[in-house]
Nanobody, 118 residues
């Protein structure tokens, strides 16, 4: 069974940056579309960025030009570089294998908390 371990979150001031990492166990990582989901306080979990096996990247409008998703298939790891953070980016960030209709396909990890506050 695939396990996902997210890390890199923390408390940062508005305008700051963080780099999140997600390590996946198991095989066939390189063939999967991987994504980062965010669950803001009191809101549903939503997909904010994903990257295909062909390295095609897609972002929701609110993070475009600020966030960059990347992957290292040799390390079974996906990253999310987050710049110019705002309080609206606060939430728990999770990664997952993205399926049809942006649905997650693997069991969730514990996520990593990102708090943007002055």
């Amino acid at each position: 069974q695939v396990q996902l371990v997210e890390s890199g979150g923390g408390l940062v001031q508005p305008g700051g940056s963080l780099r999140l990492s997600c390590a996946a166990s198991g095989s066939l990582f390189s063939t999967r579309t991987m994504g980062w989901y965010r669950q803001a306080p009191g809101k549903q979990r939503m997909l904010v960025a994903h990257i295909t096996s062909a390295d095609i990247k897609t972002y929701v409008t609110s993070v475009k030009d600020r966030f960059t998703i990347s992957r290292d298939n040799a390390a079974n790891t996906v990253y999310l570089q987050m710049n110019n953070l705002t309080p609206e980016d606060t939430g728990v960030y999770y990664c997952n294998n993205v399926g049809a209709a942006w649905a997650p396909l693997w069991p969730w990890g514990r996520g990593t908390q990102v708090t943007v506050s002055s």
